[in-house]
């Protein structure tokens, strides 16, 4: 079974199991056709085991998003320690960093898929608490320390990372939306926008109009 390093070294070892079944059954079925029966039968334990960590299917749902969301962010972290000091660059910075981590665990670009862009109804309030604090990273690594000495008179920093992270997440969602059902759930779609997010941002340094 894949895994990856999710999960606390002192977890027991039928919770691993059980987490790494879960992982994996919901980043290919998402949230509500995620079955707990095929996870526990996949793990090799017994359905009360499941129970007896997990009051039901959300609390364990929820778990395994907030675990990868703890990676996302330590990796990020890892990613943007030496980065540049000019907004725009960091920008593409992040993005490039964000699809390295997709493209070395896919396992969490479909579980984000599935979270962030299908949006499970059942969960909707969850999953908006935890887009906030995802919002709350990309702001913090896009302002601290930034020279914003590039940006117009009266423009703010915190106003314009708050566009810049708006409008790529926007593209980013749009892009992955056509192609969330294709067999990849739109990784190379995500693939080839990060490519293109240099010219973007150099849209955004020189301007649209002549």
């Known amino acids: 079974m894949q895994t990856i390093h999710l999960w606390g070294q002192g977890e027991e070892a039928n919770k691993v199991k059980l987490l790494n079944a879960a992982l994996l059954e919901f980043a290919e079925k998402g949230y ?29 749902y929820l778990y395994i998003v907030d675990a990868c969301l703890a990676y996302f962010e330590t990796y990020l972290a890892g990613c943007m320690r030496e980065r540049s ?22 396992v969490i670009y479909r579980l984000a898929v599935e979270t962030f862009i299908r949006y499970p109804a059942e969960i909707r309030e969850e999953i908006a608490e935890r887009e906030k604090r995802v919002y ?51 990784l190379d779609a995500l693939h080839q926008f990060i490519g293109e997010l240099s010219a973007y941002m150099d849209m955004v340094r020189n301007g649209v109009y002549r």
């Open 136 to 186: 709350e990273t990309y702001l913090a690594m896009l302002l601290e320390g930034l020279d914003s000495s590039a940006l117009r008179e009266g423009v703010s920093p915190e106003k314009a990372a708050d566009f810049l992270i708006t409008a790529v997440e926007a593209l980013i969602q749009k892009r992955v939306r056509a192609n969330a059902y294709e067999a990849d759930k739109g």
């Open 32 to 60: 509500t056709l995620g079955s707990t029966n095929q996870i526990v039968q996949n793990a090799g334990i017994s359905k009360g085991m499941l129970f007896h960590f997990f009051s039901n299917k959300k609390t364990l």
């Open 85 to 106: 000091s000019d907004l725009l660059d960091r920008v593409r910075e992040l993005g490039m960093a964000r699809m390295k981590l997709f493209y070395e665990e896919p």
